[in-house]
């Protein structure tokens, strides 16, 4: 299992930017480098469903809700997968977590991380 921390959410306007971080600290870069990294978003009394992704070599996939104003990137010598939200909208809000992806395109840790609230008022 990973030890996973996110961080980075808040309460923001809608059009509003935030940066969200999700960071291995316990995980040695040879286990955290090869996966494909996901963000999650859990909006309240929703299922938590993925909104992006990010392959070891950098593609990058996205939900279409979100096309076009989040981004996901990775640091792999921080052990960090940022997800950069832009124009945000009260649809955008939830409980956002990070995982790695399985090769079925599952979260592939049980073991999940405490999450970052982001809270969008309209």
């Known amino acids: 299992q990973v030890y996973l921390v996110e961080s980075g959410g808040g309460f923001v306007q809608a059009g509003g930017s935030l940066r969200l971080s999700c960071k291995a600290p316990r995980t040695i870069t040879s286990v955290f480098n090869p996966n494909t990294w996901a963000w999650y978003r859990q909006a309240e009394g929703n299922q938590r469903e993925m909104v992006a992704s990010i392959t070891p070599g950098g593609a990058t996939n996205y939900v279409a809700s979100v096309v076009g104003r989040f981004t996901i990137s990775r640091n792999n010598a921080r052990k960090t997968v940022i997800l950069d939200m832009d124009n945000l909208k009260a649809g955008d809000a939830g409980v956002y977590y990070c995982?790695?992806?399985?090769?079925?395109?599952?979260?592939?840790?049980?073991?999940w991380g405490q999450g970052t609230q982001v809270t969008v008022s309209s």
């Open positions: 995982n790695a992806l399985d090769g079925a395109g599952r979260p592939k840790y049980t073991s």
